[in-house]
């Protein structure tokens, strides 16, 4: 098998490392975790099976470092809730808004995460991608809870309805996009910034009516 790549390919320009988790998650998420070999990896990667295993103990260690991956970029959108001197409305419109542009940039993750919550319970890859979906979750709650301790969300919201809500509509989107044209005059698959705003519009009552600027 030949590793060179060509220096106009946008994978070729990622580390190897990059390279490898990013073929990783691709076919984990088409195959899942047993229907995918170190071998597998490494091809669609274009690197050897030897590069494969120095940067990753083994294929547990590659699923690992696989959800990491996934978990810390979406951690990333969490964080803009906590982006200061923004209101309330304006933190939330950003984090829909960038939460959906993920999903829709990165469907391999997405696809990942909900092949492993489907699959057989007590399965260690299932354990271990419903740790990183808990996590995260407990992440956005904790962020949406602190929004509320400031007296910038309604105090009679539920933060993990809340989150479950944002998180609920922005993946019916994202699994709907092949046929949203056809269920609404209004949204368009290619247009999800218009999904995103109509989507704040319906929870703008969980802000604060009386919040005044700092």
Do not use: W
């Not at 195959?31 to 091809?43: K, M």
């Amino acid at each position: 098998m030949s590793t060179a790549v060509s220096g106009s390919d946008p994978l070729a320009r990622r580390g190897a490392a990059d390279r490898i988790v990013h073929a990783a998650r691709t076919l984990f998420a088409e195959r899942g975790y047993d229907g995918v070999s170190i071998r597998d990896v490494a091809e669609r990667a274009r690197v050897s099976k030897a590069n494969v295993f120095h940067h990753f103990s083994n294929k547990m260690g590659l699923y690992k470092a696989v959800l990491g991956d996934s978990s810390d970029m979406f951690e990333e959108v969490v964080e803009v809730l906590r982006e200061c001197g923004q209101p309330p409305r304006c933190r939330l419109e950003l984090f829909i808004r960038e939460n959906l542009a993920l999903m829709l940039r990165d469907p391999h993750s997405v696809n990942l995460f909900m092949r492993q919550m489907m699959s057989t319970p007590d399965n260690a890859q299932r354990t271990l991608a419903e740790a990183n979906v808990v996590e995260g979750f407990r992440k956005l709650i904790g962020n949406l809870e602190n929004l509320q301790a400031e007296h910038r969300l309604a105090e009679d919201v539920d933060p993990t309805v809340l989150a479950m809500t944002i998180i609920g509509a922005n993946f019916i989107f994202f699994r709907l996009r092949g046929v949203v044209d056809q269920i609404s005059d209004r949204f368009r698959a290619d247009d999800p910034a218009a999904f995103s705003a109509a989507l704040i519009d319906l929870l703008d009552a969980t802000t604060s009516r009386d919040h005044r600027p700092d």
